[in-house]
């Protein structure tokens, strides 16, 4: 914006908001306040005029009033006022007797009045004097051919307004100063929740305290915003908690493989430096060790690169698949990693709306777990009927105090600490079905081992679209 109110209003802007209210607030009332004395002073001054005009009409002088004026103006003698009245009587060849301060110039209305042409007339003029004179001229009865004027001079009204306007810019000022002052005390009494909000916000941006919490109070829009702060904070606390137990949990995963590495790669470095051979055999022990290693390390690495995703977002675009032909291809997997094992598999068609990658990688650690716990030529039942997949072992199984816990990140149970695995491989598969909207659980099987079901909704038919 440019011009004259370019500058006002960037001063306006540059006020705290507790001024700016009262300022709208105290600018509102006077505004209201003006337009109120406005139409009560035009009001007024009109019922007056109204009432000045009614009590000119309602006056009268008689006939021999008349006379007495008229022949005391032949003899030269000035009649004397008439109440509060000035009196004019006009004849209808122009000539004029006064009774009253000054004379009033006599207009075409009067004459007309005078010669019989208008009833009567009714208008504002100055005398003689300079006062403004409201004037009523109306025929006189009988046989006379004139027309008397009754006059009244405005001031009366005028001292009435003059007090009136007064009055009304006292009240006025009085409104104004007290709208502002009471706007600034409602504003800064309700902004008062805001200040603690500000404070808290600006203590947590400083400090980085997460624990502060504002009090809430009422069901207001303060209040609102004042719960949602708290959540917010608590939110970011849990993350933060969240993220920190990652990073140790992520740490203490990481330093056993790597341990074992450097102990490894050490031993080659110093038989190389020493010129002290490493057997055969256990050099092709010690290269297998590092190999395994490194293997684990990039499965944890790629634990860790899923899980880091947000959980709230999709990682990728959901689209309408079949889960019984993701099953087979998990299926295939898992056969290679447990070659001495027997899949006994049921599959009916099922269609479902997830991401293909993350859902195969969801079922492969699933199916690796029931390999990674099978005894020898042991058998692995997977069954899929109406979206509900199950996957059963015949391995030692989950003690019910151990269960609770088979879906935290990095966890792993006592007996399975000294198998391969980093213990994320059951958190992703939680954490993939439940963006596909479905469940995952385990349990205890009947007989002994593991069974471990997988609910997703769908249909046993593709769209139409498909």
Known sequence: MTGPLRKPLAWFRSRPLRSRLALLTAAAVAFAVA?????????????????????????????????????????????????????????????????????????????????????????????????????????????????????????????SMSTLRWVLLLVSGIGVVG???????????????????????????????????????GEDEIARLSRSFNAMTAALASSRDRQAQLIADAGHELRTPLTSLRTNVELLARSEETGRAIPPDDRRALMASVKAQMTELAALIGDLQELARPDAVQPGPLEVVP??????????????????????????????RAETPALERALVN?????????????????????????????????????????????WRSPSARSLPGSGLGLSIVARTVQQAGGTVSLAAAEGGGTVATLRLPGAPTPPPEL
């Not at 009268?60 to 009245?85: D, I, K």
């Not at 301060?101 to 007339?121: E, M, T, W």
């Not at 898992?334 to 027997?342: D, Q």
Request: proline residues 6%; aromatic residues 6%; hydrophobic residues 40%.
């Open 323 to 352: 889960l019984h032909t993701i099953l087979r291809n998990a299926l295939d997997r898992a056969r290679l990693r447990g070659p001495e094992l027997t899949f006994v598999t049921d599959l009916a068609p099922w269609y479902v």
């Open 179 to 217: 709208a502002g002052a009471a706007g600034l005390w409602v504003a800064r009494t309700g902004l008062e929740p805001v200040n603690r909000l500000t404070d808290a916000v600006e203590h947590v941006a400083a400090t980085e305290d997460l624990t502060v919490r504002i009090p809430v109070e």
């Open 35 to 159: 337009a109120v004395s406005l139409a009560c002073w035009f009001v007024t001054r009109a019922q007056l005029e109204a009432e000045l005009d009614s009590s000119l009409r309602s006056t009268r002088l008689n006939e021999n009033g008349v006379q007495q004026l008229l022949t005391m103006c032949r003899q030269g003698t000035t009649p004397p006022p008439v109440g509060s009245y000035t009196v004019q009587v006009i004849l209808a060849d122009g000539s004029v007797c006064t009774s009253g301060q000054a004379a009033i110039p006599v207009g075409a209305a009067d004459l007309a009045v005078a010669r019989n042409q208008l009833d009567d007339a009714l208008h504002t003029v100055k005398d003689d004097s300079g006062r403004e004179m409201r004037v009523y001229t109306y025929r006189q009865d009988g046989p006379i051919g004139l027309a008397v004027s009754l006059a009244r001079p405005l001031s009366e009204i005028d001292n």
């Open 366 to 410: 699933v199916l690796d777990n029931a390999v990674k716990f099978s005894p020898p030529r042991g058998t692995v039942e997977v069954t899929l009927m109406r979206g509900e997949l199950t996957v059963r072992d015949q391995g030692p199984g989950i003690a019910p105090e151990e269960l609770p816990h088979v879906f935290d990140r990095f």
